[in-house]
């Protein structure tokens, strides 16, 4: 099954006839708790949930949302900081196979997973992904890093590259294309770095170095996703006007794309980071239900066979949606900054 529709994330999620364990640090909000019950309720999931119970039972009676005690278990837990930590834990000792966001910022969450998560191979380095439609075409697109690596250089675009490829693999895009964004499509060097770190991003992957893709920059956005704009530029590639996947050039770039596209053509995204020991649901404190869903059902597709199950798939290619073996980097890789000076909060 090729996920063509981000919605297609919970049919996916469903016909994998098995449940993940979700470990939610500080659902202490109604959409949270509308996402983790409905994924409980599509038969995917079961919860522990991170927070203070008063708060939780709270925001839950002002959802309306009713918490199976035999799904979701809530362990009373102090204050984020605590929870960051106690649900991090939970995954890396076994007791969840995804960990997901609540009401506290990314910054915080991903700081702790820096500092608890050793990270597969020995590697620390990650990166944020976001799976949406394309509103004006519909087709399915990735957007990376809306969230984690804040001025990322070459050589940090290159492995953020590598994981957006991994996941569309993973998404069933056999070859996706990979636009590395700048204001132009052109060189411009001193005055517009972005546009020499794209160009060599895309000289180093045309040497063989990410299999199955294609890169190619610099590129203004409007040259990708739009044909007639690039045609009318005379802008050539095989990436122009048809981009799978959009590399921005900083975190001021792609967060501002993804907040605008939530914002002013409700796109619901499905946003997950990926590098760590198990992918990580990082939906914003603002998003809607529907997009933490999706981001929930992706995140436990891109996590295997659940830890707890004994049935179910082992891996995304049994699910017909391709493998994710190399879903991250090698030990050789660098990480990513030290907690607090590269960590983006969304």
């Known amino acids: ?105 990314t910054s915080l969450l991903m700081r702790t997973v820096l500092q608890q998560d050793p990270g597969p191979r020995g590697s620390k380095f990650m990166s944020h992904v976001g799976v949406f439609n394309d509103p004006v075409s ?97 802008v050539a590639g095989r990436v122009a006007g048809c981009a799978d996947i959009l590399c921005g050039p900083d975190i001021e770039t792609s967060n501002a794309l993804y907040k605008a596209l939530q914002t002013f053509c409700g796109v619901t995204f499905a946003s997950v980071v990926v590098g760590a020991s198990r992918p990580v649901a990082v939906p914003s404190r603002v998003d809607s239900m529907q997009t933490k869903l999706m981001s929930i059902a992706l995140a436990c597709l891109l996590s295997g066979k659940p830890s707890a199950e004994t049935a179910g798939p082992r891996r995304l290619s049994d699910l017909g949606l391709g493998s994710v073996q190399g879903l991250v980097p090698t030990a050789s890789d660098p990480g990513n900054p030290p907690p607090g000076e590269g960590v983006a909060c969304n």
């Not at 529709?5 to 708790?33: G, I």
């Not at 990735?142 to 590259?161: C, E, H, M, S, Y």
């Not at 994981?163 to 204001?183: D, N, S, T």
């Open 138 to 234: 519909g087709r399915l697109m990735l957007l990376t890093d809306a969230g984690i690596n804040i001025a990322p250089n070459v050589q940090r675009k290159f492995q953020i590259v590598q994981h957006a490829v991994r996941v569309a693999h993973a998404l069933g895009i056999a070859e996706p294309k990979v636009a590395m964004l700048a204001a132009v499509e052109k060189l411009n060097y001193p005055a517009m770095p972005a546009t020499l770190d794209a160009a060599l991003v895309a000289r180093i992957a045309a040497s063989g170095a990410i299999p199955n893709a294609i890169v190619e920059g610099p590129f203004a956005l409007d040259n990708v996703v739009s044909p007639a704009s690039a045609g009318k530029k005379n």
């Open 1 to 105: 099954m090729k996920i063509r529709q981000v919605t297609d994330l919970l049919d996916a999620a469903r016909d994998a006839k098995c449940r993940w364990t979700l470990s939610v640090a500080a659902p202490h909000e109604e959409s949270v708790l509308q996402a983790v019950a409905e994924a409980c309720r599509q038969g995917f999931a079961r919860a522990v949930l991170f927070g203070s119970r008063s708060q939780i039972d709270r925001a839950a009676r002002d959802a309306g949302v009713i918490l199976p005690a035999d799904l979701i278990t809530i362990v009373e837990t102090g204050d984020d900081t605590a929870m960051a930590r106690e649900s991090t834990r939970c995954v890396l000792t076994g007791g969840a196979d995804v960990l997901v966001k609540g009401l506290l910022s």
